[in-house]
């Protein structure tokens, strides 16, 4: 068994082990079959290749591919917490329970032979809830488990928007409406994975959803307020996969943020009503991530008839003591 680096002209080689991997986050959508998964997939990790500051590990057994984890760079929460930090994208191998665990032991181990020497102290990685054999190599190898994330989708084709009364007039965001929108932020993210998180200082998790928020607005990314008497008392950021649109052509909306005074929890729908309009006339899909335990969005998105679609366990790890 060989553990290295996977190089340029080997990347074709991951053919088959893509094509066998059952936890592809997109698997719910009918209308992506087992192919354009497949090659959504290799384009990421292509992608992945590519990047200087990334790698792409993978286990070769008798010439065959058997098993692969992408280290990732992460370049803005580096400069925001003051650490140097990347993600575990993907970690997948075949075979059955055991021989997955032991590659993805073997896998975990090289990666962190990387870190050091990249000196990358803080690591993260999303797996899917069922991938059970990832999840027992994370946490032998000294992994916390910090948050459970659930996804919900409207989808156009699927759903009708629901006939409910919304409380709140919903409005495209405006400039002046940002310092209203962080301060919101701010205030509503206070026990998210990054707060849990010992080695991550209070001060820094604290301004990440800020900095969100004002960075949404930095890209143009689309941005809906709730408002009361015109001023802002919610909103919700969302943005296009915009790979997935480019190799499947299949536009789903998501990766957002979405956040309402405690005295305003009624702008939640109003904010969803605005996207579901929003996504009939432009997109295929809206996605809705939240945490296992915001019951409030859980029965929501359950009230409304949405599609859940995904979950996956947030795992963090430390490769000091404390930074």
């Not at 209070?202 to 941005?223: F, P």
Request: glycine share 4%; net charge positive.
């Amino acid at each position: 068994m060989e553990i290295k680096l996977l190089n340029k002209k080997e990347i074709f080689g991951i053919n088959r082990l893509l094509s066998d991997y059952r936890f592809n986050e997109f698997r719910a959508y009918r209308a992506l079959d087992k192919d354009k998964l497949k090659n959504y997939l290799f384009y990421k990790i292509n992608n992945v290749l590519k990047d200087k500051n990334s790698k792409v590990a993978i286990v070769r057994k008798s010439g065959e591919i058997m098993g692969l984890a992408t280290l990732e760079f992460l370049p803005w929460d580096t400069k925001h917490f003051g650490i140097k930090m990347a993600k575990i994208g993907y970690l997948m191998a075949n075979g059955d329970y055991g021989q997955s665990l032991d590659t993805k032991n073997k896998l975990l181990s090289y990666l962190f032979t990387l870190c050091k020497k990249e000196r990358i102290v803080h690591l993260s990685c999303r797996i899917d809830i069922n991938d059970i054999s990832s999840i027992h190599a994370l946490e032998m190898n000294g992994f916390r488990l910090m948050d459970t994330l659930v996804t919900f989708a409207f989808i156009r084709n699927k759903h009708k928007i629901p006939n409910i009364r919304t409380i709140y007039p919903v409005r495209k965001c405006k400039k002046s409406d940002i310092p209203y929108l962080m301060d919101i932020a701010r205030k509503s993210f206070v026990d998210d994975r990054f707060h849990l998180d010992p080695n991550i200082p209070k001060e820094k998790a604290d301004s990440l959803y800020s900095k969100w928020v004002r960075n949404s607005w930095l890209r143009k990314e689309t941005i809906f307020v709730a408002t009361r008497k015109n001023q802002p008392i919610g909103f919700l950021t969302y943005r296009l996969y915009s790979d997935l649109v480019k190799i499947v052509n299949f536009k789903i909306m998501g990766q957002g943020l979405m956040a309402v005074k405690f005295e305003a929890k009624g702008a939640l729908i109003s904010l969803m009503q605005a996207t579901f309009r929003d996504v009939n006339l432009h997109y295929d899909c809206v996605e809705y991530d939240t945490r296992i335990t915001n019951y409030e969005v859980l029965q929501i998105c359950q009230r409304l008839g949405l599609d859940f679609v995904r979950a996956k366990y947030t795992f963090h790890k430390c490769l000091n003591e404390r930074v």
